[in-house]
C-alpha cells in the first residue's frame, strides 16, 4: 500500500494530467454531438480492420466447421431443389399437394474409379446411417449411381459408369423416355436407347431423370442431347448425349432414400408371382 | 507571479475575461481569434509547483470553453501545455545551472521568443486539431495554426514586453 502511494506520488503529475485529460475528453464528448459522431466514426473504423484481421486469420481454422454447414444447408435445398423439379412438369399440379417420398443424406466419396469398365465408388454413410441398397445417389449436377451394398459404416455404389447399369430418362420437353447407357468410352459420353422415333426431339434437349425407376424422384437434370439419328426401319432413336457431370472429380454426394421403395418392391412382387 | 496569491486570482480571471470578452470577437482576416491566456503560462514562475500548474491550465481552459460555450478544446489543449511546460522549458533555455527562475529573469531572447514559439505552436496544434476533429481538413488545421500562431505571438509579445526584467 505505501509503494503503491509512493509511486502515485512520485508520478503525481502524469496521473493528474491523464486524469483531468481524460474528464475533459469525456466533458467535450459530452457537449459536441459532432465530435462524438467523429470519435464513433474512428473508433468504428478501427474496430473494422480489427475484426478484418481477426476474420482473416480466424476463418481458416473455421473452415472445416462452415464446409459442413454448407453441406447441412445443401441436403436441405436439395430436398426441395428435387421436389420442385417433380412438379414443374406437371404445370396443373402445382396448386395441389404431392406426395413427395423422397430424403436425401449427404455423404463423402471415399473412392472414386472412372477407368475401368464397371465403375463403384465407395461412401462415408452406411447401415447406420439408414443406407440401404438400391438407393440412388446424385452429386451437385447430376446423377452418380445406385448403392449396391452396404456395411456398417460404408456404402459400395454401382457408378454410371458401367456397363450394367441403365437408368430412366426422359427429355424436359418431351414425355417420351429412354435408357442412359454408358458408351464405355470418356466419361462425359452417354448412350440413351429405346427412345420411340415419333417423339419429338432435337439437339441440345435437356435430359432428365424419368422418375419411372424408384431411385431417382423426376426431373433431376443429367445431360443434353449431342447428336441425333434415326435408325432406318428399326422405329427408334440413336441418341448420343453428354454429361453435365464430371464423375472423375466427385468429392461429395447425396443419396437419395424412397421412403415408398418397399412398398414398390412388393407391388412388383405380387405382379410376378 | 507566485502560487497563490491575490494577485494570481486577478490574473488568472482577468485573462479569462480578457480571452471571452474581448479576444474571442476580434475575427481578424475573418476567422482568426488570438489567444491571450496562455500568458498565464508565462508569468507562473518556472520553479513552482508543477502539479498545481496543471491543476490551475485545467481550470482556465475550462473557464474559457465554459464561457464561450466551445466544446471543450480549450481544456485539453491547455491542460497538454500544463503538463508538457517543464519539456518546453529545458529544450528552450538548456538543461544547465543557467535555468532560470521565471521567464522574466532570463535575458536572452532568442531562448525567450522559442519558448514563446512551442509554448504557443503546440497549443494551437491540440486546439485545432480538436475543433476540426478530422483528417481530411488537416491543411486547414495547419493554415490556421500557424495564421493563428502569428497573431497570438504578436499579442503575447507585445503585453510582455510592458513587463521589465527583473
Known sequence: ????????????????????????????????????????????????????????????????????????????????????????????????????????????????????????????????????????????????????????????????????????????????????????????????????????????????????????????????????????????????????????????????????FKEIKSLQKNISQ | MNSFSPISIISFITLVLGQVLLFNHLHIFGSINPIIYLLFFVFYRFESNQTFLILLSFLIGFSVDILSQSGGAHTIASLTIGFLRPLIIKYAFGVTVETPQSYFSDSRTLNKLVFLILLIAIHHLIYFSLVYFSFDSILLIIKNMFLTLLFSLILIGITLSFYPNK
Open chain 1, 1 to 260: 500500500m505505501q509503494r503503491i502511494l509512493n509511486a502515485l506520488l512520485q508520478y503525481r503529475n502524469p496521473v493528474l494530467y491523464f486524469f483531468l485529460l481524460a474528464l475533459s475528453v469525456s466533458f467535450s464528448f459530452n457537449q459536441s454531438p459532432f465530435h462524438q459522431y467523429s470519435f464513433q466514426k474512428y473508433g468504428f473504423y478501427l474496430s473494422s480492420k480489427l475484426y478484418y484481421i481477426k476474420n482473416a486469420l480466424g476463418s481458416y481454422y473455421d473452415l472445416k466447421v462452415i464446409n459442413q454447414q454448407l453441406l447441412k444447408e445443401n441436403e436441405q435445398l436439395k430436398k426441395i431443389e428435387l421436389s420442385l423439379g417433380d412438379l414443374s412438369l406437371y404445370p396443373f399440379d402445382f396448386k395441389q399437394p404431392k406426395r413427395f417420398p423422397f430424403k436425401v443424406k449427404r455423404a463423402n466419396v471415399l473412392k472414386n474409379s472412372y477407368k475401368n469398365q464397371r465403375n463403384f465408388l465407395i461412401l462415408n454413410i452406411g447401415s447406420d446411417n439408414g443406407i440401404q441398397p438400391e438407393m440412388g445417389v446424385i452429386s451437385k449436377d447430376g446423377i452418380v449411381g445406385v448403392v449396391h451394398s452396404v456395411s456398417k459404416n460404408y456404402s459400395n455404389v454401382i457408378s454410371i459408369l458401367n456397363k450394367d447399369l441403365k437408368i430412366n430418362v426422359r427429355t424436359k420437353k418431351s414425355p417420351a423416355f429412354g435408357s442412359l447407357v454408358w458408351s464405355g468410352g470418356s466419361s462425359f459420353e452417354f448412350k440413351i436407347e429405346d427412345i420411340v422415333s415419333n417423339a419429338k426431339l432435337s439437339q441440345g434437349d435437356t435430359i432428365v431423370t424419368g422418375g419411372m425407376s424408384s431411385y431417382f424422384p423426376l426431373g433431376i437434370p443429367i445431360g443434353k442431347i449431342s447428336k441425333l439419328n434415326k435408325i432406318q426401319g428399326s422405329g427408334y432413336y440413336s441418341v448420343d448425349a453428354i454429361l453435365f457431370n464430371d464423375l472423375s472429380q466427385i468429392y461429395y454426394a447425396y443419396v437419395i432414400e424412397n421412403s415408398d
